[in-house]
């Protein structure tokens, strides 16, 4: 999607309100030229006396009973004023009501646009992005959309037509004069596109710092208890303070650059006042214009003059809304993950690997090489193996979050990449190495993934993951209140919680990331067994570094450096040289140790 195809999609099924909001500008603008023609009708016309040439004014002094009448009954021409005003009034609110309308319904579908793309990239894409560009993209950028076309479009019409509008007017009365009030014009035209261009690279890195700053902020605050637990304040406080300075060096700049441009083009428009009030007193003193007219032009000098002044602004405004549309193309465009075709499995767990690889794009070497085994239907399959070794990188392949790029894995003899996304996923429960809870009730974080659970199997859930009785422990039970990410439970309580959430699904193929890790050894003990009735539903997988968590499985695979280096049951591994016998050794003594102690 371009820019414009970007404008097309937000701003076009809004259309009719903006052709409003145009033709509302060019009432406006017409109203706002015509009371300087009246009070000039007023004074040349009705005062003085001079003859009318203008087809308007004569029609409304026939249609309103003569110049003499309108003489004596000056009152009418301020009812008329009045009148325009009025109608003047209502075009500003009428413009700032369609303006809001439009800019609110634009910034709400970009931004849910853009949470839902978001939430649709690919796992690898989402992996390696920052979370306070994208929170900063999805507010600040839509945020800077949002106001261009909450007013400052409709500002950019109002100076083109009024320009256009008013020298049409100017011109007609006198072509000279009107020659020299558009003098410094086109200078301040030509002025205003350069700095359009220039001020551009300014708000591009306005914007990459102020999503640096966000990020660091971003990071501190889903970290906090790691920074207080080694004292890293004065740290992170340190790393903000750079950060934000260079937020502000960049913002100086930028203030300066506008600074300039907005007092040249100041400067020039005042001149150009000032070039029109002079010669202007000059004609008149030679009878080329009259009084009224005279007052004409410098009415219309001011009415052009600012929107003409303000055009650096506008530009500017134009400039940075080009900068954040094309942030928020880098999001809209990134490709998504198609989790929607497919085909779709009443699963059953048979699960095989056969010589899979993986790679990552930006990596230069594989992560897992050669891969193969096969778990049945209702067994257990443990995988054990050094940090580093692509023990959970295996399992976000067998979930579809990253996608294998040799050999082949199926399930039910169907091959993976063939299964629909979702139906797999709802069909692979997985609990991670690092759970995450939301901030809601205990009860609502196991049942989050099933809203159709009643209490009874909450508390199955619960009770397999071996935490129900700490949750009635609690002064409001299931309804205790999760602090963002859980901070108010310990590192087990969440983790149990985290189980309990995936139990409840009743998942075929069900996968344990390390999740045991967290738990003492006596709750580890109490999952196990509770797992174990589970055998007769799904087949599971348990990725573990304790023995303990590993030896009742049907099979064990070791990976080392992304390979397969052992393969067996407990006993088998035990009496055969290598990594599990003798990390088995090694926690058998320590446990022994600890039992002498």
Sequence with gaps: MSIMGFIRKYLGKLWVKQVLVFLIVIIYTFGNLFSPL?????????????????????????????????????????????LVNVVVGLCIFFRGKLNSEISQQMSQDIRNDLYNNIQLWPYSTLSRSKAGDLIQRCTSDVEVVRQFFSGQLAEVVYAVSITVFANVVLFSINSSLAIYSLVTLPVLFIVSLLFFKSIQKFFTRFDETEAELTTVMQENLANLRVVRAFNREKYEMDKFSIKNKELSKIDFELINHLGFQWGVGGSLSMAQVLLTTLIGIFFVINNQITIGQFSVFISYQS????????????????????????????????????????????????????????????????????????????????????????????????????????????IDSVELKDIQKKCLRKNVGIVLQEPFLFSKTIYDNIKISRKDADKSKVYAAAKIASVHDVI????????????????????????????????????????????????????????RKAIKSLRKKCTTIIIAHRISSAQDADHIIVLENGRITQNGNHQQLVNQPGLYKRIYEIQTAMKEGDINE
């Design 472 to 527: 009635s422990e609690f002064s409001g039970g299931y309804d205790t209140l999760v602090g963002e990410k859980g901070v108010t439970l310990s590192g087990g309580q969440k983790q149990r919680i985290a189980i309990a959430r995936t139990i409840i699904n009743d998942c075929p193929i069900l996968i344990f990331d390390d999740s045991l890790s967290a738990v003492d050894t006596q709750t580890d003990n109490e999952i």
């Design 303 to 410: 009415m052009i003059v600012y929107p003409v002044r303000s055009l650096a602004r506008l530009l500017s405004n134009m400039g940075k809304m080009k900068v954040s549309i094309e942030r928020l193309l880098e999001i809209l465009n990134e490709k998504t993950e198609d989790i929607e075709s497919g085909k779709v499995l009443d699963i059953k767990g048979d699960i095989k690997f056969s010589h899979v690889g993986f790679q990552y794009d930006d990596g230069t070497f594989p992560v897992l090489k050669d891969i193969s085994f096969s778990v049945k239907p209702n067994e257990t399959l443990a995988i054990l193996g050094p940090t580093g070794s692509g023990k959970s990188t295996l399992v976000h392949l067998l979930t579809g979050l990253l996608d294998y790029t040799e050999g082949s894995i199926t």
């Design 38 to 82: 009246m009070f000039s009708f007023i004074i040349d016309n009705l005062i003085e006396g001079k003859q009318i040439t203008s087809p308007i004014f004569l029609f409304l002094t026939n249609n309103l009973g003569g110049v003499e009448y309108l003489r004596n009954n000056l009152w009418l021409a301020a009812i008329v004023l009045v």
